[in-house]
């Protein structure tokens, strides 16, 4: 797998997670993505960068386009030092919320993407990569 090119940007405001949708986007088009493959990476982003910010306390996102072999990729890696998550298939249920929100966004952004990893330890944070591939 070789890396094309990387990014690494900081969450700590809605600005900073419209900044992030934005990079992604053109991540996607650089990559050549269909529209439909755009707006699910940039959708699937969105809802990551805005849970570091209200359950990570903020945090960072690393953009990477990725050659392997004919496919092309972008693997985005959102980390923070939050309070981390307890119940890991818990918070991947539909509907299951800490934050009076949907409960949508972790279960539906799963379904977005082609790899999806999440890892948390209680106290430490949350680390979780997502991969799509064209
Ligand atoms: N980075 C994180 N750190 C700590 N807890 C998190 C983090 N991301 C998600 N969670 C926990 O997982 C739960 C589910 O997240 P999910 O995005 O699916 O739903 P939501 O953010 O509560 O609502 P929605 O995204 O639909 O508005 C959150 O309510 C929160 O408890
Ligand atoms: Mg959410």
């Known amino acids: 797998m070789v890396l094309q090119r990387s990014e690494t ?3 700590q405001s809605a600005a900073d ?3 992030i949708r934005q990079a992604v986007r053109q991540f996607a088009i650089e990559l ?5 493959d755009q707006t699910k990476i940039v959708t699937a982003a969105s809802e990551l960068a805005r849970n570091t910010l209200d359950y990570g306390g903020g945090g960072i996102v690393k953009l990477e386009a990725l050659e392997a072999g004919m496919r092309r990729g972008l693997r985005l890696t959102f980390e923070d030092t939050g309070p981390g998550i307890a119940d890991i298939d818990l918070a991947l249920k539909d509907g299951f919320t800490t934050g009076g929100g949907l409960g949508m966004g972790l279960s539906g952004t799963k379904r977005l993407v082609n790899e999806f990893n999440i890892v948390s ?11 799509k591939w064209k």
């Open 9 to 11: 940007m900081s969450i």
């Open 17 to 19: 997670v419209v900044l």
């Open 32 to 36: 050549s993505f269909s529209l439909v």
């Open 121 to 131: 330890h209680v106290g430490e944070g949350t680390k979780i990569t997502i991969t």
